[in-house]
């Protein structure tokens, strides 16, 4: 059994504005071995970025706290290390892609400045600037942009030459993990796809854990090994991505997620999306917090939040499979 | 027209969780902010004296000349003195708030309102007419502020009218370029375009979606831009093109007092203290305005 | 870049044209001929018309106007009504004097408040940044000549510490430069305090800590130069209302500068005069604009490109 690269274990994050405090991330747990990809599917407002930011500790600093849990990096867990230290990981162990590319690089730095930042804080074998020029080279012409466009500014991009930008600057220093959170959805589909196509086969190439936040199951079943599907801040199913797209057993939510995605090959009048909305975060329901959407809600649903239902490596947070089929086990 | 169902919302929905639209919310924001409830109150005691000046202390006392006890100190009798005339000085200072504040207010309300006008006119047909006017803006803002409302009551003559008119020539550029880039930002939000392709008139756009949006920029500016006035009408009393005596202002009253602010400072701190404290609570007010209408500024 | 500069300095030319008609249109509204006015009541109508048709007063406004510009053009600035001499050498002697002064407090000002309003920023809520925000609310509203009236009471009048007024050495400049650049160092800081404050939320910024770069540095090199932009052009755009409290700290500190002249100028309607120093305010105070917008494009390389005439 590999060691396990990340081990988040019930993590949970608020948000203390001065209006109310906003529960952002309920108690999840997940996993990640080297050179796996986890998919983190869910709504806007499920809680993923703030999940993500948590593991590199990149939240606002006046509102954000995490207030229980572990984030396990290789055994060491990070929310004890120092400011220092979490520098050191930032960029070299860990890197981040940000959802909108557009804002993400400074318009007063050229690129090429910007990828050798990365390398210029992590340089601990000392190399030269002639070495960090040709790294910085090296990177562009591996997201495929013209080396020599390393004086440019990043207006003179377009959005998905910026977005490879930012996977160029995230790759520098050779990272085990990367977080992508949602790195296609600003972009346009045809963009969308090729910046996919690339990070799959940079992934491939270089070993490297990712993380793919996003909203899109097709995303999902394009890149991932793995699923956690996130909502109103907790996981409520997770497992491979077999079991996620092609097992029997689901929970709810997901069913609804898959049944409001168009399908070319059956004729509909209408989509059917979920009804109503996610809770309010200053204001979750009592009890288990999908069940005033929850087409198979019972009584016990109003009330007593689900335990999770376990089968090999498929976990579903429902009371459905509370006293199930033999093969589930529960905890 | 295409209709779209589902969760497209209407334009007037999405308007109405723009934080710049003054609602109970604001009020309730506002009250929220110590500072600015200070500043609001200390305001409104100013406008009392405004309104209710010859009722605190009769005008007479103000104008009112008795060499015997001139540049008198602080004393029971007169809480804030004496000037060179033997005027009382609090007398002074609380009816010169009507001409002070009233020309603090009166010039920023008039100066908005024809900032407003053609800024909306520079605004909304844009193109031609928007270069022109902006191109005599930019030219009138190019001579220095107090230089032009020097020349204009120069041209007109002393006294509260002219001083009046002077201050609110030379600020309308001002106003008109920062209403102006308030409008363009909401005509070219996506929110007025939604509008549009739904085929939404124009006077309809412009009274329920770029009114309100720039209306919460503009009473801020307004705000903050009496206290400015107040100062520019006292420094121009001061140089002597201001109101002319006996009527009192806070500006004049400094211009009396400083030759013999060593023996009788009290002749010049408390008219600078009142004129400090008035755009001092205008400003408090601004600001909490401000952060009312758009907190997200603050976390 | 030299194009747009260029067509920058030549745009001054039709500006300069409308601030001269302004200007010579509100002297003509002014009450009484400037003969008149150096003349005294009890001049005889005679005496008057006859002094003002030597000054070429008795022309239509028109005729005065392009003749004034005409003579401009050929460097020649006219004389001045009273005292007969030539405009131009009026305000040269005086011109370095109040550009000095302007200067300095815009300068004083700036040094004040760009270093405090980063800070505060920086430590948003800190001990300091509460103190400077209040003060800066406090200075922001104290009358420049009220404060220097204060200035000259404490330090020159009771302290005897520094000189109340004249510009003899440069400890005179002291007091008449602190008058105007505390309040504009209030206003200044507070502009800088809430440029930065949303330049350290942008995305770029979390961006460059998820390097895992120093904040210091996160601070210097990426937040500082995108939040001094709309900070600059403010400071451009104030330096002409202090340019214009000039004329009144002058007065304060009894300083022979251009805005003593034009004072005097207005109000004995000495046309020639007015017209000329507001020639040269309104030159100089276009020229720091210009430097202004040259400045924010080296600075901002998306401006840059677009006064280059590059397109995307």
Not at chain 1, 42 to 62: D, N
Not at chain 1, 288 to 295: E, M, Q
Not at chain 3, 26 to 54: C, F, H, K, W
């Amino acid at each position: 059994m590999s060691e396990k690269l990340l081990e988040v274990k019930d993590l949970r994050v608020v948000y203390n504005s001065n209006e109310a405090v906003v529960h952002a991330v309920n108690d999840i747990s997940f996993d990640l071995l080297p050179s796996e990809t986890l998919g983190i599917v869910g709504e806007t407002g499920a809680g993923k970025t703030t999940a993500a930011m948590a593991i590199l500790q990149l939240l606002p600093e006046r509102t954000g706290r995490i207030l229980n849990g572990q984030i396990l990096y290789k055994g060491e867990d990070l929310l004890k290390k120092t400011t220092n230290e979490m520098r050191k990981i930032r960029g070299a162990c860990i890197s981040m892609i940000f959802q909108d590319p557009m804002t993400s690089l400074n318009p007063t730095i050229t690129i090429g400045d910007q990828i050798k930042e990365s390398l210029e804080i992590h340089n601990h074998k000392n190399r030269s600037k002639t070495e960090l020029d040709a790294r910085v080279d090296e990177l562009l012409t591996l997201v495929g942009i013209q080396s020599s466009r390393k004086y440019e500014y990043p207006h003179q991009f377009s959005g998905g030459m910026k977005q490879r930008v930012v996977i160029a600057i995230s790759l520098a220093c050779n990272p085990e993990l990367i977080i992508a959170d949602e790195p296609t959805t600003a972009l346009d589909v045809t963009i969308q796809a090729q910046v996919l196509a690339m990070m799959t086969e940079l992934k491939e190439k270089l070993n490297t854990s990712m993380i793919m936040i996003t909203h899109d199951l097709g995303i999902v079943a394009q890149t991932c090994d793995k699923v956690a599907i996130m909502y109103a801040g907790e996981i409520v199913e997770k497992g491979t991505v077999r079991d996620i797209f092609s097992g029997d057993h689901h929970h709810p939510y997901t069913v609804g997620l898959f049944g409001s995605i168009p399908d070319l090959e059956v004729e509909t009048k209408r989509l059917t999306p979920i009804d109503g909305l996610m809770p309010d975060p200053v204001n979750m329901p009592e009890g288990c917090k999908f069940h005033p959407r929850c087409k198979s809600c019972m009584e016990i649903c109003r009330t007593q939040s689900p335990k999770a239902s376990r089968f090999g490596e498929h976990v579903i947070v429902c009371h459905l499979y509370d006293q199930e089929v033999c093969s589930w086990n529960h905890y | 027209m295409l209709k779209i169902s589902g969760s497209a919302e209407k334009p007037e929905d999405m308007q109405k969780k723009r934080s710049s639209f003054i609602n109970a919310d604001t009020w309730r924001r506002f009250k929220k902010n110590k500072s600015a409830v200070i500043g609001l109150v200390i305001f409104l005691l100013f406008i009392v004296c405004l309104i209710f000046a010859d009722l605190i202390v009769p005008y007479q006392k103000a104008i009112e000349q008795n060499l015997r006890i001139r540049m008198q100190g602080i004393s029971s009798e007169h809480w804030f003195g004496t000037d060179i005339y033997g005027r009382d000085i609090f007398a002074r200072i609380v009816h010169a708030t009507r001409y002070s504040l009233f020309m603090g207010i009166v010039s920023v309300v008039v100066g908005i309102v024809f900032g407003s006008i053609i800024a909306a006119i520079a605004g909304l047909y844009g193109g031609k007419i928007d270069r022109c006017i902006m191109w005599i803006m930019d030219t009138v803002l190019c001579i220095p502020f107090m230089l032009l409302a020097l020349a204009i009551v120069a041209a007109l003559g002393g006294g509260l009218q002219n001083l009046l008119l002077a201050l609110v020539i030379a600020s309308v550029p001002i106003y008109v370029r920062v209403i102006r880039s308030s409008i363009l930002t909401v005509v070219e939000s996506d929110f007025v375009e939604a509008a549009r392709s739904c085929g939404t008139p124009d006077r309809y756009i412009v009274l329920k979606h770029i009114l309100p949006n720039a209306i919460g920029t503009v009473i801020v500016q307004a705000t903050m831009s009496v206290g400015t006035m107040i100062i520019w009408a006292a420094a121009l009393s001061y140089v002597g093109m201001g109101i002319q005596p006996p009527k009192p202002e806070w500006g004049s009253m400094l211009a009396e007092g400083k030759d013999y602010m060593l023996n009788a400072p009290h002749l010049v701190i408390f008219p600078g203290m009142t004129i400090i404290l008035c755009c001092l609570s205008l400003n408090l007010m601004g600001d909490g305005l401000r952060d009312a209408l758009d907190p997200r500024l603050k976390d | 870049m030299i194009r747009y500069v260029l067509r920058r300095i030549l745009v001054m030319i039709p500006t300069l044209l409308v601030v001269i008609f302004i200007v010579l249109a509100l002297m003509n509204l002014t009450p009484g001929s400037p003969a008149l006015i150096i003349l005294g009541q009890d001049a005889t109508p005679e005496t008057v018309d006859q002094l003002n048709r030597e000054l070429g007063y008795d022309k239509p406004f028109v005729v005065r106007y392009f003749q004034y510009v005409s003579e401009l053009l050929k460097g020649d600035m006219g004389e001045s009504y009273r005292t007969k001499r030539s405009v131009f050498t009026e305000i040269i002697t005086r011109f370095p004097t109040t550009i000095k002064l302007s200067v300095l407090e815009m300068v004083i000002a700036v040094c004040i408040a760009l270093p405090i309003g980063v800070f505060s920023a920086v430590k948003q809520y800190s001990a300091f940044d509460t103190v400077s925000t209040v003060s800066a609310m406090f200075l922001a509203c104290v009358p420049a000549f009220w404060l220097g009236l204060m200035l000259i009471l404490v330090f020159a009048l009771k302290l005897h510490l520094l000189p109340s007024n004249g510009t003899d050495t440069w400890v005179h400049y002291i007091l008449p430069a602190l008058t105007q650049a505390i309040p504009q160092s209030a206003r200044s800081m507070r502009m800088t305090r809430t440029s930065m404050l949303e330049t350290v939320r942008q995305d770029y910024i979390r961006m460059a800590r998820s390097k895992g770069q120093v904040e210091s540095t996160v601070i210097i090199r990426h937040a500082l130069k995108n939040a001094l932009m709309p900070v600059i052009t403010m400071v451009g755009i104030d330096f002409g209302f202090i340019l214009g409290g000039t004329i009144v700290v002058e007065k304060v500190f009894s300083i022979n500068g251009i805005g003593t002249l034009i004072l005097n100028a207005i109000q004995v309607k000495d046309i020639p005069l007015v017209t000329g120093c507001a020639v040269f305010f309104a030159f100089f105070y276009m020229l720091t604009l210009l430097l202004v917008d040259i400045l924010y494009a080296f600075i901002d390389p998306r401006i840059k490109a677009r006064y280059q005439g590059k397109t995307l």
